[in-house]
């Protein structure tokens, strides 16, 4: 089952979502952004070297060409491999729990494998981000010492992006109760709270 | 409920036979560890598996059957289908594979408290045969479609899970909750070595399959120094008592010397050294991982602590670099003094514009002259033997190059005694003038501290009491500047000092505590060192089971340093930024670099 929606982010750019179901009790989600641009690379690079030219021109000295050329370098792999990530996903393996992996540009892939006695709760978060209301997807994981406490909160496709926002949808109330259909998990995984989810035209 | 068989990747391909391992309780898998082979003979192998299990300490049973049909081994699924027979157990997995086929196919008997069989079946194909009936056709199917994908196979690289150690670290002893189901199936192949021994070659009566079944791997390299490690222990014991027995010679212990030993940071380096060689000297293997790595790190500390403290050596007794360094020390120390020396006679004048009081002017910088020419004088006479000093020092370097460092730092410090004298004499006489000027300022406003209830109280004074403490006060605090400024300058200079003792001293705990192993254990061989797992989806066909591969998730780097950092004696630095500035503001010594391990002296 594949859907290939279009979707954007908080801040407006374009991400899509991939289904794929492995088996019954076996899905994995991809989300993935949008590739690196080759026109902001090229006003980058453009932008960088000329501004070295000028400096070359006034100082005269040559070290400013190379440290510009290894500063443009050093800087683009630093991008690729730490700080623009490829797609994310979610692979979600019945009774032994779900893994979050995150890719980047450059091809490292983190991967967190999180079991299924540690998870308490998948649920929708609500967050205040400046002006807005964002809802993110989070996963609450047990305290070992207390059974009924919550641990820690491990937001999923955290550095893509928050959440989707679906575009061209009127406005659309969810009823209490309602589970969105993209989490449409056995019940044996938990029970999705979905909290005040109004999906709103920007 | 879904079942998880975690299998071997080494018994993918292996010849038909009994599946050895351990059921899970609580989280309805199990985990695959060998496969016995045909021809066996089950007494034998029940004898076999309980053996193991008296060896092991794991829950080792027989799970079930595997077949791999070769040619001319057709009767061979009938009869592995009758051993569950022989066999009592609750369960039992029937696993099959075609050669040229990626899936597995997987039927489970359970037995329940009658005693029948019941029989669930896991193939699409069966599924289809079966679908005859009208009424019962859609829920059969249904049934079936429940039951029919509820089989995970989890393949695991079996040597690699068994050297591997999740963390973070569970102790033994405080176990709340039992382990989680990962922990387990890695616990269950760690300890599962025994089982591990039958290969290939061997010429006993049960023929195995697992990761050691080509024939043992060991490296003589690591033999060698096991057998070579026992006699070296019990000499390095040896030394050590002898060492120890010297130390506490009683002469060692009067009190100057003892002071002496625990400010020096080359006595205390030494003393933390002796602990760890004691340490590594014990001749009893160690008892679990975080001891092993711990080990482990002292030993290639000490031993890469040596290599560079050798290297320094070569580099400083050649071409003659001693001769040099002493011919530079004696006139460094006497361009230190000349400095030293105008700075006073600056102070003395008028420094920066200030105008200071004359005749305390005089009186302070008369004295820290003479002290500076006490200081030369002392140098001077030291000159000759200089030379030999440092050459006998340079041998320590044998020892390690933290030695070295620590040497050189006790080293500065006694040549800069001077300064550690100004800066307490100003010190001093600023803390002095400070409280004194405080208390008076109380009197001054008509208050008293009271030293009962530690608060500040009204009091009222008598005529003459508030006079001379008027006066009192006037003096000090018109003779302010002067002191002030003196004690400012001596406490940068003291601060100067401190800073270069304390980046030598930074980096003798950097050697002492980093853990060189585990961070090399991290680069070379990084499934030992486990934060987690990573599953990736090996085959996904509608109608055959799911196959996942477990891969080991490695440990960052950060993660190993902070985990298997060897505890250190300094702890750094004592006070944060505002107290230091604080202490600095009223005069108070302040000594940043303050070893863990002293008592309040």
């Known amino acids: 089952m594949m859907e290939d929606e279009t979707f954007t982010d908080i801040s407006g750019k374009t991400i899509s979502l991939d289904c794929q179901s492995h088996s019954s009790f076996c899905r994995e989600f991809t989300v993935s952004s949008p590739k690196v641009s080759i026109g902001k690379v090229m006003v980058y690079t453009c932008s960088v070297w000329l501004l070295a030219y000028a400096a070359f021109f006034i100082t005269q000295n040559t070290a400013v060409l190379s440290s510009a050329i290894l500063i ?83 937001p999923l496709f955290q550095v893509s992006q928050r959440l989707w926002v679906e575009e061209e949808v009127e406005v659309c109330r969810l009823r209490p109760g309602v589970i969105p259909s993209v989490l449409n998990f056995p019940a044996h995984l938990g029970r999705v709270r979905a909290r005040k989810t109004t999906t709103k035209q920007p | 409920m879904v079942l998880k068989i975690f299998f071997p990747q080494c018994c993918n391909r292996a010849d038909s036979g009994l599946l050895v391992g351990r059921w899970i309780s609580g989280h309805d898998s199990a985990v695959v560890l060998a496969v016995i082979h045909y021809p066996f003979i089950p ?63 997987c039927e489970v008997l359970n037995r329940d408290q009658n005693g029948i069989a019941a029989q669930r079946t896991v193939k699409k194909e069966k599924k289809e045969e079966e679908e005859d009936g009208d009424g019962d056709a859609e829920e059969k199917e249904e049934e079936e479609e429940e039951e029919e994908e509820k089989v995970i196979f989890v393949h695991y690289e079996q040597r690699k899970v068994m050297l591997s150690q999740l963390h973070p670290i569970e102790s033994g002893d405080a176990k709340t909750d039992p382990p989680s189901e990962l922990r387990q199936v890695f616990q269950t192949v760690a300890l599962s070595q025994p089982l591990f021994f039958l290969d290939k070659y061997d010429d006993g009566p049960l023929k195995s399959t697992h990761w050691q079944s080509e024939g043992r791997e060991a490296s003589i390299i690591v033999e060698l120094l096991k057998q070579a490690s026992v006699p070296l222990c019990l000499l390095l014991s040896w030394l050590l008592s002898v060492w120890t027995w010297i130390c506490s010679v009683r002469i060692f212990n009067f009190y100057p010397l003892r002071f002496l030993s625990t400010k020096l940071s080359t006595c205390v380096q030494l003393s933390y050294r002796t602990e760890h060689m004691k340490t590594l000297s014990s001749p009893k293997p160690a008892a679990s991982h975080t001891q092993f790595m711990r080990k482990a790190n002292m030993l290639v500390s000490v031993l890469v602590d040596v290599a560079l403290g050798v290297l320094l050596m070569l580099w400083l007794y050649r071409d003659d670099h001693i001769t040099m360094l002493a011919n530079t020390l004696v006139p460094a120390a006497d361009h230190v003094a000349k400095e030293l020396d105008q700075l006073l006679q600056w102070l003395m004048g008028a420094p920066a514009g200030l105008k200071m009081n004359r005749a305390l002017d005089q009186v302070l910088g008369r004295f820290f002259l003479y002290h500076i020419h006490l200081w030369i ?55 002095l003038k400070i409280y004194g000027l405080s208390s008076l300022w109380r009197l001054f406003r008509g208050k008293k501290w009271n030293v009962l209830r530690q608060r500040v109280d009204s009091c009222s004074y008598d005529l003459d009491q508030l006079f001379i403490g008027t006066l009192l006060f006037t003096i000090l605090l018109f003779l302010l500047p002067t002191t002030a400024l003196y004690y400012l300058v001596f406490t940068l200079l003291r601060l100067v000092v401190v800073l270069f003792q304390g980046v030598l001293h930074l980096s003798v705990d950097f050697i002492n505590s980093f853990p060189l192993f585990a961070v090399g254990l991290r680069i070379c061989r990084s499934y030992r060192l486990a934060e987690g797992v990573k599953f990736r989806v090996l085959c996904d066909e509608p109608g055959v089971a799911l196959h996942l591969l477990m891969e080991i998730n490695p440990l960052k780097v950060s993660t190993v340093v902070q985990t298997y950092q060897t505890p250190t004696y300094s702890c750094y630095p004592r006070d ?19 070893h863990k391990t002293t008592k309040a002296d």
């Open chain 1, 72 to 154: 443009t370098l050093v800087g683009m792999m630093f991008h690729i491999h730490f700080v623009k990530v490829d797609h994310e996903s979610l692979l979600v393996i019945g009774s032994l729990g779900i893994q979050v992996s995150s890719s980047y540009a450059s091809g490292r892939e983190i991967t967190t494998f999180i079991e299924m006695s540690k998870i308490k709760d998948i649920v929708i978060n609500e967050a205040i981000y400046m002006h807005q209301i964002i809802y993110y997807l989070c996963v609450l994981l047990k305290d070992p010492s207390e059974p009924n406490a919550v641990s820690s909160v491990v």
């Open chain 2, 43 to 105: 007494g034998q192998v029940k004898q076999y598996v309980q053996q193991m299990q008296a060896q092991s300490g794991v829950e080792l049973s027989v799970l079930g059957s595997w077949s791999l049909p070769k040619e001319g081994q057709e009767g061979m699924e009938s009869f592995l289908r009758d051993l569950s027979t022989i066999f009592p157990q609750q369960r039992w997995l029937q696993i099959r594979r075609q050669m040229g086929k990626t899936g597995f196919t």
């Open chain 2, 377 to 431: 004088s002392y140098i001077h006479l030291m000159s000759p033997f200089i030379e030999g000093i440092l050459w006998y020092g340079g041998l320590s370097a044998c020892l390690g190059l933290s030695f070295a460092l620590s040497l050189l730092s006790d080293m500065v410090a006694l040549f800069t005694f001077h300064i550690y004298c100004f800066y307490v004499y100003g010190a001093r006489l600023y803390c």
């Open chain 2, 576 to 594: 944060s930024w505002l107290a230091l500035v604080k202490k600095l503001f009223v005069g108070e010594l302040i000594y940043p670099w303050r």
